[in-house]
């Protein structure tokens, strides 16, 4: 079994900067895909960033210039760091990565943590 931790999220003002943290822990043999999602309330979960095998980033328009998505493949850990962030960056965020157990790939996911950008 796979288990994701998160970790880094907090109260923040806005222009301020958080780095959120998930790290990966069991039966991982490959991973490929590492995926930062939130979920503001009321509102549909949406993709955040992405990173895909050779680092190959992807960012909602929303994001660009702003979060950064980085792993550490010793770690089976995932980043995001987060700047400049604004009251509408409000959600709780998840990490999802996809990887093989040895048996099967499958999705896994973060608890979530909250991030509260206000001033």
């Known amino acids: 079994q796979v288990q994701l931790v998160e970790s880094g999220g907090g109260l923040v003002q806005p222009g301020e900067s958080l780095r959120l943290s998930c790290a990966a822990s069991?039966?991982?043999?490959?991973?490929?895909?590492m995926t930062w999602y939130r979920q503001a309330p009321g509102k549909e979960r949406e993709l955040v960033a992405r990173?895909?095998?050779?680092?190959?980033?992807y960012y909602a328009d929303s994001v660009k210039g702003r979060f950064t998505i980085s792993r550490d493949n010793a770690k089976n850990a995932v980043y995001l760091q987060m700047n400049s962030l604004k009251p509408e960056d409000t959600a709780v965020y998840y990490c999802?990565?996809?990887?093989?157990?040895?048996?099967?790939?499958?999705?896994?996911w973060g608890q979530g943590t909250q991030v509260t950008v206000s001033s």
């Open positions: 999802n990565i996809r990887a093989f157990s040895g048996v099967q790939w499958g999705d896994y």
């Open positions: 069991g039966s991982i043999f490959n991973i490929n895909g």
């Open positions: 990173l895909v095998s050779g680092d190959s980033a």
